[in-house]
């Protein structure tokens, strides 16, 4: 009976992995529509506080209150560094680097989320994690170099880009501990809310640059809000409490495949052949990595 149970709670967990993975694939090409408009501190506020109103409708409907107290720093670091400074470092690093280097840059953060997960949350190195990493980080890699567009880096642009990468690990380090103590819906909304605050300084940019924005970039910014943030955050969260953040993060380079095909039916992007084959090579790696809980 608790194998069964156990068996239904993966595959919860990996269908909820799944939406995120699709959603934060998706989020990539709406920024590529709403960073011609909106600068990155004031797309961030933007993203941030559509998805604050969505989380905080969720909880009013299902009644969910505040987090236990326990669960309040880990939320309120996640909240600082994934949703505040993850999320503006990303916008504007990708203004300063080719989408290639970019790929590659931040296919540094599930390594490092393994790494800390292994020595700082516990949970060891299992050795199909590891071999599913160096397979995904070097598809991620050829997805990158076969992107690059040469000489569009800059220095502070590949800064910003570790900055994202690093943060984004350091949250997950918060947030795994504060997911004991409240659900994966109060940890995801007031996350959202604390980067919310954090990113107010740029509330004149979002008002000036809202109001001459096209249409169009105003609905990639309430769609990043909406759904690549309020929905894909919580399912995120909801499967990071039911397996090993090193899997979590081994999990995201799903994402640059999709990027790769998604771009191709939306933008018209056509992707070589090295990219289909990064592509490859990462969902071979997150295949075998995802093999740890069954072993």
């Not at 993975?21 to 960073?35: H, M």
Request: charged share 10%; net charge positive; glycine share 12%.
């Amino acid at each position: 009976m608790e194998h069964i149970v156990e068996a239904r709670t993966n595959r919860r967990a990996m269908v909820a992995a799944g939406v995120t993975v699709v959603l934060w694939a998706s989020a990539f090409v709406a920024i590529r529509v709403a960073v011609k408009d909106y600068s990155p501190g004031a797309l961030a506020l933007g993203r941030l506080l559509a998805g604050s109103v969505a989380l905080g409708v969720i909880l009013l409907v299902r009644r969910e209150g505040l987090p236990p107290r326990q669960a309040w720093p880990g939320i309120a670091v996640s909240g600082v560094l994934w949703f505040g400074v993850y999320m503006v470092a990303l916008n504007w690093g990708e203004q300063e680097v080719d989408a290639g280097t970019a790929a590659m840059l931040l296919g540094l953060g599930p390594v490092l989320i393994a790494l800390l997960g292994g020595w700082w949350l516990k949970e060891g190195f299992p050795r199909p994690l590891l071999i599913g990493m160096v397979v995904s980080f070097a598809g991620a890699a050829v997805v990158g170099v076969s992107m690059s567009e040469g000489g569009a880096s800059s220095l502070l642009g590949v800064g910003l880009c570790v900055l994202a990468a690093v943060s984004w690990a350091v949250a997950i380090m918060a947030q795994k501990p504060a997911l004991r103590h409240a659900s994966a819906l109060q940890v995801t909304a007031f996350g959202c809310i604390v980067g919310t605050i954090a990113c107010l300084p740029f509330a004149g940019q979002l008002i000036t640059e809202a109001a001459r924005a096209p249409l169009s970039s105003t609905l990639n910014l309430l769609y990043l809000g909406i759904f690549p943030t309020a929905v894909a955050f919580t399912t995120w969260a909801y499967a990071l409490a039911r397996t090993s953040a090193g899997q979590m993060g081994a999990t995201t380079y799903a994402v640059p495949a999709l990027v790769v095909v998604m771009a191709w039916l939306t933008l018209g992007e056509v992707p070589g052949w090295l990219t289909f084959a990064g592509g490859a090579l990462c969902l071979v790696g997150v295949a075998i990595s995802r093999r740890t809980r069954a072993r």
